[in-house]
């Protein structure tokens, strides 16, 4: 069971229950729930009011792109969750980390991002950051320390980093890079949308700015977008609220609804994905045609000891390797044959998905991946995890018929 750093007398179950209910701060009725205000304008009845709201930097609305009482119960939320002072909601997942990344740059700026980061904050950070005068080095997923401070200069302003990394689950050493890049210096920056507050408490352990894609587990239900800023520094958090506004993001009351409702049950479904995938993974790992599997949980995942040492649970989200004598004809069968599991992007909802991850060889640049077959990912929903793994065993032993 994981517990809440920001609140010391709650466990998170309880604090995401109570947190960001109505305050009696807006003129609603008793309710469990805050309602969705659809806010463009605000009205004031006088003058000295309005000019007052307007040179606030943030609270109660005054313009409905800088937030609603909806908005605002939402990020009282994630502030609960991640043990974070300050949360800025925006509208994806990707939006989190360009806001975070933007708001600490400027031209002439280097960063350091490791190899096994998002596809599209890699985009990010080769088109628009380069366009801008930036530039980028990266770093294998796990570095020593004495790789990890050759890659600093006299520029460097951000590390980017997720834990674990995107597809292929590698875990770094989190204090380490957050101690070192702190003596140089640099701010770092987490995606945690893995994990989520429940599962890493990323702020005892150095990091500056956690960026989390609340389409994922958090709203929970595959029916949002949503993404998450979190910081505890006060500085930080004007240049992040800044960033955004000048760049004029908004982001809607109903999906913060949305997101709000679902982050309520976040502990109990994650500690149901945790489950169903530790299962899956197990099972799968037992599969001829798998060569390994990549789960931080097993302990031949790279950066195991650091997910042991510093994670509370492991999530629904892994991947394994197939053989490489498998084609990409009997690849394709064999998802198709997974019939329980859908296959689409995202993940983090209540279904089971199945898909194969393309152009790793393109996508790393610092520490090319050492598997020469198909990655499969594997995002494990709320079934049963026994009608999951019977699906599966259908779907393997399909995939056998197929191979002759």
């Known amino acids: 069971m994981a517990t809440s750093s920001h609140d010391d007398d709650l466990q998170t179950e309880s604090a995401l229950i109570h947190a960001g209910r109505p305050d009696g701060k807006t003129p609603v009725w008793p309710v469990v729930n805050e309602p969705v205000y659809r806010i463009s304008t605000v009205l004031y009845d006088k003058a000295a009011d309005m000019k007052t709201a307007a040179q606030r930097a943030y609270g109660d609305p005054y313009y409905g792109r800088r937030g609603t009482p909806t908005k605002h119960q939402f990020e009282a939320m994630v502030a609960a969750l991640e043990g974070a002072e300050h ?14 990344m933007l708001a600490f740059l400027e031209q002439g700026d280097h960063i350091i991002v490791s190899d096994n980061v998002y596809d599209p904050t890699r985009k990010f950070a080769d088109t628009f950051l380069k366009r801008m005068g930036i530039e980028t080095t990266y770093i294998a997923p796990i570095v020593d320390e ?5 890659a600093f200069k006299p520029n460097t302003k951000l590390v980017m980093t997720e834990a674990p990394g995107s597809g292929t689950f590698e875990v770094p050493d989190l204090p380490m890079m957050t101690r070192i890049a702190h003596d140089h210096g640099a701010l770092v920056i987490i995606d945690n949308t893995w994990a989520t ?12 700015v956690s960026v989390v894609a609340a389409t994922k587990y958090i709203c929970g239900h595959a029916d949002a977008m949503m993404g998450t800023v979190s910081t505890n520094d006060d500085g930080q958090w004007r240049k992040i609220f800044a960033t955004s506004n000048q760049l004029g993001l908004s982001v809607s009351s109903d999906d913060c609804y949305l997101a709000a409702r679902g982050l309520r049950t976040l502990p109990m479904r994650l500690d149901q994905h945790e489950a169903n995938a530790l299962l899956l993974a197990q099972w799968l790992s037992e599969q ?3 060569t390994h599997v990549l789960h931080p949980a097993f302990p031949d995942c790279p950066g195991h000891e650091f997910w042991k040492r510093d994670f509370k649970g492991s999530s629904g989200l892994f991947s394994i390797c197939m053989d490489p004598d498998i084609d990409q004809d009997a690849i394709n069968h064999l998802l198709d044959a997974a019939t329980m599991f859908g296959m689409g992007f995202s993940w983090g909802g209540f279904e089971s998905l199945f ?10 640049t610092a520490a090319p991946f050492p598997a020469d077959g198909a990655l499969l ?9 026994d009608d999951l793994i019977s699906n599966l065993d259908q779907a393997f032993t399909s995939l056998r018929t197929f191979r002759g």
């Open 87 to 100: 949360v800025m909601a925006v509208s994806c997942g990707l939006q989190a980390i360009t806001v975070a």
């Open 146 to 150: 004495a790789t990890f401070t050759a």
């Open 197 to 208: 507050g429940y599962f890493l408490d990323v702020f005892t352990l150095g990091v500056d």
């Open 288 to 290: 001829p045609e798998v």
């Open 355 to 364: 898909i194969e991850m393309n152009n790793l060889d393109k996508s790393r």
């Open 377 to 385: 990912r594997v995002h494990a929903g709320l079934e049963s995890a």
